[in-house]
């Protein structure tokens, strides 16, 4: 199994940037697809972004297409998802996701991840 903690979230302004990372432990991170979630209070967890096994393919919601970028270092064990142009719609806590099983292209639930971190606050005041 593998363990998953994330970092760098804070509280930015508006237009600001923030990269969050994701270290993983305890199994082949490479064996792993990788995602990003987020849940804003009061609303379901949403999908954000994810990356396959070898970083030759990302995917990114809608609703961050053209200002985040989701990359991982496998000799590191760590997926980085980097947020510019942040909005305060932005704001939620971010929870990384990994999954050894299924298929990548489908992935886009919660159900879709097996493995989660902790989750870290991310505040982007207007």
């Known amino acids: 199994q593998v363990q998953l903690v994330e970092s760098g979230g804070g509280l930015v302004q508006a237009g600001d940037s923030l990269r969050l990372s994701c270290a993983a432990s305890g199994s082949t991170f490479s064996s792993y697809f990788m995602g990003w979630f987020r849940q804003a209070p009061g609303k379901e967890r949403e999908f954000v972004a994810k990356?396959?096994?070898?970083?030759?393919?990302?995917r990114l919601s809608d609703a961050v297409k053209g200002r985040f970028t989701i990359s991982r270092d496998n000799a590191k064990r760590t997926v980085y998802l980097e947020m510019n142009k942040m909005k305060p719609e932005d704001s939620a806590v971010y929870y990384c996701?990994?999954?050894?099983?299924?298929?990548?292209?489908?992935?886009?639930?919660?159900?879709?991840?097996?493995?989660w971190g902790q989750g870290t606050q991310v505040t982007v005041s207007s």
């Open positions: 996701a990994a999954e050894d099983a299924g298929n990548y292209y489908l992935a886009t639930s919660t159900t879709d991840f097996g493995y």
């Open positions: 990356i396959n096994r070898a970083a030759s393919d990302v």
